[in-house]
């Protein structure tokens, strides 16, 4: 009996277990296993057998004397290519310099070519305007034909004038493109000293105009125009036609009024002897920076 009731507790338990199991199993083929932190960190991480391994070059370290020797050589590169620019750069204004030098060198030859033509022009013109202001001044004026016939020759020497523009070129393009500084000190001196003659004595050669000016328009009040005709030779040159017309006579034979005709002929050849003076002390200058300049460049 006992034995019997053993057995039947053995085979109750034994179908309580079975009956847990097909339970259990029937739960877990209903559901899904839950997404986790855990979960996500085994599908994120890669296999050891597909990761690929760096290794770093090995490198052998440099040493002071190799780091400098580097350094060295770049800094001589540098150096060097400054250098050469530099040098590039100096012939290049030294030869800029000797072309301005060149250029300024025939300005100044040109000048003294016009200063010389000048000086004889208005030495001539001070010379024949002493002669008319000491005929117009003569007493027996009146009553000399030849001299009053040698007035009218002489009138032209206060009709003209004999000013003359120096050559600035050189000199003008040094200073706009600030170029001076290629010049030694002593030489861009020197031009610069040349180019203040040249700024002054322009003062005296607009009097000198201005003067030239006020004889022009007074010669028509005391000489004759028919009596200063002019003609072209077959030379070229220019001779009066007075001779054609007859006697010459003055406009105005009164003392009081050609003594003021006079004043102003006088102040002309005053001026005229002062401008051609001026150009004597530019040309010197001019001279003396053409010798200069040759033993300074050649």
Known sequence: MLFGELNNIEDFITGMAENENMEGN???KGTKPLAGPSASL???QPSNENMEVHHHPHVEKKNFKEYFLEFLMIFLAVTMGFLAENLREHFGDKEKEKQ???SFAADLQGDTSACTR???NIFLQVHKIDTLENLLSSPGLKTSDSDIAKCYN???FIQNEYSLTFNERTINQLISS???RLLRKNVSDSVMDYFTALKDIETQKQFYINYTSKCIDLVSNYFEFKYMQTRVEKDTTLSLVSSAMGKPALLVTDAVQLGKFNTTIEYTK???Y???ADIIQVKKKAVRMLKFLHNEYD
Do not use: D, F, K, P
Request: overall charge negative; aromatic content about 12%; proline content about 0%.
């Open 118 to 120: 000048s000086i004889n």
């Open 274 to 276: 002062s401008y051609m």
């Open 100 to 102: 301005y030098m060149e």
């Open 154 to 156: 002489l009138s032209w």
């Open 42 to 44: 085994n599908t994120q």
């Open 270 to 272: 005053r001026i005229a």
């Open 178 to 180: 600030g170029n001076m």
């Open 26 to 28: 029937e739960i877990g």
